[in-house]
């Protein structure tokens, strides 16, 4: 199953994503909204695909593996995102640095720095440009805001789960924009 969403779902989407992100000045807004909502099952597909690759195979040698995504576009909330996704690096992100900054004991000021910090250096872990530094930040204070505002949704709900999905989707297109000039112009293409 993970060979199939990564060489047939997510090298599939990758076609038509890289064509409007390598080239973002020759497409429109709806071709540009449709590749940035590829992208994130394209990237779903593919992460979660290596991981039941490797979590199949240390079956076959014996080892237990503990699944790595829960369904994480069914989620009702960033907080619920977050608890989906990639679960192995939310876990140490939690772990090694949110906990490790004081999570969030000290009162809400420390709260929304621990959160904004933690997924600034989550962006900067997977690659030194600005798109990816951005991408942390926005997720950090898109976190914040659902604590401030106690926003946080357990029990599932359609239009919960979907403006949940359109939130990480927009915000997936910092992670998946070739520079910062690209990012600006797609979301410049949706917009207008």
Not at 2 to 30: C, H, Q
Not at 147 to 168: A, D, G, P
């Amino acid at each position: 199953w993970g060979f199939f969403k990564k060489v047939v779902i997510a090298d599939r989407l990758a076609e038509y994503v890289n064509g409007v992100y390598n080239y973002p000045n020759s497409y429109s807004g709806f071709p540009v909204i449709i590749a940035s909502f590829f992208f994130a099952f394209q990237i779903y597909c593919d992460f979660s695909g290596y991981s039941d690759i490797a979590i199949g195979a240390a079956t076959i040698l014996g080892f237990h593996i503990p699944a790595n995504f829960n369904k994480p576009y069914f989620a009702t909330s960033p907080v619920d995102f977050w608890r989906r996704w990639h679960i192995s690096l939310s876990t140490w992100l939690r772990d090694y640095l949110y906990i490790p900054l004081g999570g969030n004991r000290g009162g809400a000021f420390k709260l929304y720095r621990n959160l904004l910090l933690t997924m600034l250096i989550g962006g900067l872990w997977h690659g030194s440009a600005w798109t990816f530094v951005i991408w942390g930040g926005l997720h950090g204070i898109v976190l914040s805001i659902e604590k401030k505002f106690n926003l946080v949704h357990e029990q599932y709900n359609i239009i919960k789960n979907i403006s949940t999905f359109v939130i990480v989707s927009m915000i997936w297109i910092f992670f998946r924009a070739n520079s910062m000039n690209d990012a600006l112009l797609i979301y410049s293409k949706i917009i207008f």
